[in-house]
C-alpha cells in the first residue's frame, strides 16, 4: 500500500529540513508518495493567500499532510496560514511528544512528555477589532464540544498507549468562564476513565514546575495559546526546537509538522536541524500503521545522535544539514 501525502515545504528553513526529511524517508523505502502542494509566502505571491484552497482540498482528498514552517506577511491582513489550516481541516488536536534523546544532553535525563494543545480556540479564533482609537478587544473563544473532544481524544489515547497521568492546565482563577468551561469539560470526561490519573494545575505554576523538574510529569492538556508556550518551553528542556516533532489531528485527517518556526536566523544557510521534521515524519508512519519502517529510521537518528560525529550546530556539533542527512541514510 502505498500513502499519497501532501508535502507542503513552507518558508524559511522549511524546504531544507522538509528535504532532508524525504530524503531519509525515501532512502529507507517508507511507501509514500509526495504531491507537493504550496503554503506560505510561495503561496501569497502565486494565490495571494498563504494557504490556499489547492492545498486545503489536496491534503483533504489525502487525509495526510506532511508541512514545514509557514511565513505569514505581517500587517498585510493575512491570518496565520497554520491557524488557518488546523481551523479550516477542524484538526483540533495540537499533539507534541517531547523526550529525551539519546547524545544530547540536557539538564534532566529521562523526559517523555506528551503536550496535547487545543488547536481551534482561544485567541486564535481570531476575532478581534478596535472599539475606539484606545482600545482594541481579542476575543478568547472556549466551547464546552472543543473542551469535551479533545479530553476525549487525549484519554482515549492514554489508553490506547498505556500512559499514566494527565494534567489539565489554565488559568481559571483570573479567566473562569473560559478557562473553567476548558476545565469542566476536562473533569466531565475524566468521570469516564476512573483508571487514569488526573488532575489540574494553573499554568502559571506548571511552567515553574516544569522548569524545575519535568520528569513528574505525563500527559499535559491545554488551551490553544497556553500550548503554545508550553511547547517551546518543553522543546528547551530535551535539546532545543530542532528536535520536537509534532502533529495536527482531526478526526478524519492529520498534518505532521515541527513545533519550530522558519528560523529566519539561520535560513538558506544549509544548517538546520531536520531532526524535528524528520521526527514528525516517522509519527505520520506510526499514524498509519508503518511502525517498521519508523523503528528503522529512528534507529538509525539514535545511532548518529550518540555517535555524536555528525551533529548539527544547535546540537553542539558542525555538520551541516546534508551531513547530517548522509550519515543517517549511511546508517539505514
Ligand atoms: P523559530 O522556531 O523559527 O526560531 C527560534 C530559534 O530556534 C531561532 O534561533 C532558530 O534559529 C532556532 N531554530 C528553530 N528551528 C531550528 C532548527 N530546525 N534547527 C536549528 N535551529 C532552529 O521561531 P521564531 O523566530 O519565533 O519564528 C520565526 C517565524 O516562524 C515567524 O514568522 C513565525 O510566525 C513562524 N512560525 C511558524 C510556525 C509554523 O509554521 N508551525 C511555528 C512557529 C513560528
Redesign the pocket.
Known sequence: MEYRVTLIK?D??GPE?TGATCRILNAAGAPIEWEEAPGGLEAVEKFGHPMPESTLNSVRKNRLGL??????PKGKGYR???VHLRQELDLYVGYRPVRTLPGISTPYSDVDLIVLRENTEDLYAGIEHAINEDTVLTLKVSTHRSGERIARWAFEHMRNHGRRSILCSHKSAVVPLADGAFADAFERIASEYPYIEHDQMPVDSLSFELALDPRSFDVLLLQNLYGDILSDLAAGLVG???VVPGANIGDQIAVF??????????AGKG??????VLMSGLLMLEYVGERKVAQRIEKAVFDVLEEGKHL???LGGNADTARFTEAIIDKL
Open positions: 513552507g524559511g528553513i529540513v508541512k514545514g514552517p509557514l511565513a505569514t496565520s496560514a497554520n532545543g526546537l530542532g509538522e515541527a513545533v519550530h518556526g522558519t528560523a529566519p536566523d539561520i544548517i538546520a536541524n531536520p531532526l524535528a548539527t550546530g544547535d
